[in-house]
């Protein structure tokens, strides 16, 4: 079975980490047996640069006809091309899992939980009025977006450790107040999970004081974007953090990092960018019921997993001394290991 893929290479470390994740794929699917057709999507400073638009129009005719999109990172118009194809494509799921690893160092040992982060609402909505005197953002929550999305935390929670944080700033915004409420009211169908609710300042403290004690934060647009970059510190590094955008028939997989314009690519680290394709193996084999991808997807998941708890081929951001393509091949030995 052949699967089209739609591809943003993006910018700075991008195109690098993404054409070895692709190279990657290829060997995945030869490995267990399934096709998959990349199609170019330029999308970014870059593309901005060359025809104006970060975004053409033929790249959104390619995702639309794609059967999932892996994006690198891109740099500043992360507006008009991130924000803008997650409330295009009603991606209303953000997913970023966060977990520590033997061989990574981090200030904490045993760290898993996940942010499930709304992702079409909130101050992202983009409805700004802006001069040269001032700023106004429209803060949008509406009861139909956080239910849908407090349904995707309490789901999660319940094949997980059964606990989910709503995240939120109700002691000054009303509209926080709604986010709050209505997740109280998803929580009510979900009597196994136990739940309970934090400002964003106190789950950002405990976060680095208590890590342990999250499985699931549940988090409106911001606060989730922010809370991510700073789980990543807590977990031990941005650079191997993977996210999902998810909707109901859709899902664009990519690195929680940015662009980082100024680093070599060859020193990258280009795990975060692996772990987005094993989330979307993962969620393409679910969606089209394909054991074969899903079976890529756990060896994928595995081979990272032993190779960060084992601590020594690592990239230089964790201390290592292999080269951004010399780890996606000594990954590749773990998978045919694994495989054996
Ligand atoms: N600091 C991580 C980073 O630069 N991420 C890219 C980014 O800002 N994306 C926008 C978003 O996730 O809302």
């Known amino acids: 079975m052949t699967y089209r893929i739609s591809v943003i290479e993006g ?34 400073d870059k ?11 033929e790249t959104l005719n390619k995702i639309l006809s794609s059967d999932a999109c892996l994006k690198g990172p891109v740099g500043e118009t992360a507006r008009d091309v991130i924000v803008f194809l997650r409330q295009k494509l009603d991606l209303y799921a953000n997913i970023r899992p966060f977990k520590t690893y033997r061989g990574v160092k ?4 045993n760290v898993d939980f996940v942010i499930v982060r709304e992702n079409t609402e909130d101050l992202y909505k983009s409805i700004e009025d802006v001069d040269e005197e001032h700023g106004v953002a429209l803060l949008v929550i509406t009861h139909k977006a956080t239910e849908r999305i407090a349904r995707v935390a309490f789901n999660m929670a319940m094949q997980r450790r059964k606990k989910v944080t709503i995240v939120h700033k109700a002691n000054v915004l009303r509209s926080y107040q709604l986010f709050r409420k209505t997740a109280y009211e998803i929580a009510e169908g979900f009597k196994e999970v136990k739940v309970d609710d934090m400002y964003v300042d106190n789950a950002a403290y405990q976060m680095i004081i208590n890590p342990q004690t999250f499985d699931v934060i549940l988090t409106p647009n911001l606060f989730g974007d922010i809370l991510s970059d700073e789980a990543a510190g807590v977990a031990g590094t941005i650079g191997i953090a993977g996210s999902a955008n998810i909707g109901e028939n859709y899902g664009l997989f990519e690195p929680v990092h940015g662009s980082a314009p100024t680093l070599d690519p060859e020193t990258a680290n280009p795990i975060a960018q692996i772990t987005a394709a094993k989330m979307m193996l993962e969620w393409l084999g679910e969606k089209k019921n394909n054991k074969n991808l899903k079976q890529a997807s756990q060896i994928l998941s595995k081979a990272v997993e032993n190779i960060l ?17 010399q780890f996606i091949d000594e990954l590749k030995k773990e998978i045919e290991r694994l495989g054996k």
């Open 11 to 44: 910018d700075g470390i991008g195109p690098h980490i993404v054409g070895l994740t692709k190279q990657l794929l290829s060997f995945l699917a030869d490995e267990y047996g399934f096709t998959l057709e990349f199609l170019d999507a330029p999308a970014g």
């Open 47 to 57: 593309v901005e640069k060359e025809t104006g638009e970060a975004l053409p129009k």
């Open 106 to 109: 981090s200030r904490w040992d």
């Open 309 to 325: 708890n084992e601590g020594k081929i690592l990239t230089p951001d964790l201390g290592g001394k292999y080269k951004c393509s």
